[in-house]
Each structure stands twice: as structure tokens, then as C-alpha cells.
């Protein structure tokens, strides 16, 4: 999914819509608003997927041997609330460094994917510690603790957001395009 944002953001950068909706006769602020309500939008679509796939999974699916011998992370509380991490530090990382200049993507994406694939990797090893399996957990068991990681990641996103948001604002207003 962040991939298919930098795509836009990479076409959005060679049709000069920065320079066009700058001349327009809105606040810089609100290009800014405006490029994070459509990163946001576009999350929340695949977020909704990945929820309607992952009940499924936990319902429809729950006896499936696949899915319960599987080593890596079941699709559970967990796991969507890393996913909604994962695009919380896009926003950051991303979209933040992208207003430092307004058309340098490739260097923050590369940022990002660095920091995604140790996020990935740490929330992919920790059910395998000790004490930790319960992350892991498939269907509805330790349901408390899979509410409470997904209530934990959309904070984290959200934080990460308004705070990529309000840094992006400040740099953008700084750029002479």
C-alpha cells in the first residue's frame, strides 16, 4: 500500500501539483491537508481489507491447519495493529521528509522501507520469545490482549501522523517553490 502512495506522490512531483495547487488561492497548509487527507483516506481503505480479511480468518477459517501451523504472525489484533504502526512511520518518515523539499522522494522512501523491514522483522520474532506467544494467539483467543495492540498501534498512527502533519505544515510554509 505505501508503495502505491509513494508511486502518487512520485506522479503528483512530475505534474507540478505542488507548484499548481500553491498558486491556487488556498494557505500552503492546505496542500499539506490536503496530500495527508488522501494518504490517509487510502490507508483507511486497506486497513478496512485487511480487517475484513483477518475476521474472516479468525471466523471462517479458525480450523484451517494452514493457518494455525503457520511460523509467522497470525492475522489477529496484533498484526493489524502493527500494520497500522507500519503506516504511521510512513507518514513520518515519508511524507514528513517529502515537505522538507517538496520533490524528493527517493531518499525517504528508502528510509522507510529500512525502518519498515526491522519494524517487520521485530513484530514478525516477538511471539517467538518466551512469554510472548500470546501475540500470536489465532481466532479469539486472548482477545483483551489483541483489542488492547490494536487500540495501542492506531495511537501510535495516529500520534505519528498529527505530529508528521504539523512538522510538514511548518516545513512546507518555509519552501520557495
Known sequence: MTLGLYQN????REC??????ALL??????????????????EMCCFSLMLA???VRMTVFSDSPVYRENALMNANGFALGMALVLFGIFNLVF?????????????PFI??????????????????FPGM???NSFGFDHFGLQISTLIAGAI????????????????FERIDL
Open 156 to 171: 501510535c498512527c495516529m500520534g505519528l501522523t498529527i505530529l508528521s502533519y504539523r512538522e510538514s505544515c511548518r516545513r
Open 95 to 107: 511524507i514528513g521528509s517529502f515537505f522538507k523539499t517538496g520533490y524528493k522522494t527517493g531518499r
Open 133 to 135: 506467544e500470546a501475540l
Open 16 to 21: 507540478n501539483d505542488l507548484v499548481f495547487s
Open 9 to 12: 506522490f512520485r506522479y503528483a
Open 25 to 42: 488561492p488556498i494557505a500552503k497548509q492546505d496542500v499539506v491537508k490536503g496530500k495527508f487527507a488522501f494518504s490517509r483516506i487510502v
Open 53 to 55: 480479511s483477518a475476521i
Open 111 to 128: 528510509t522507510y522501507i529500512m525502518i519498515c523491514f526491522l519494524v517487520i522483522g521485530v513484530s514478525e520474532a516477538l511471539h517467538h
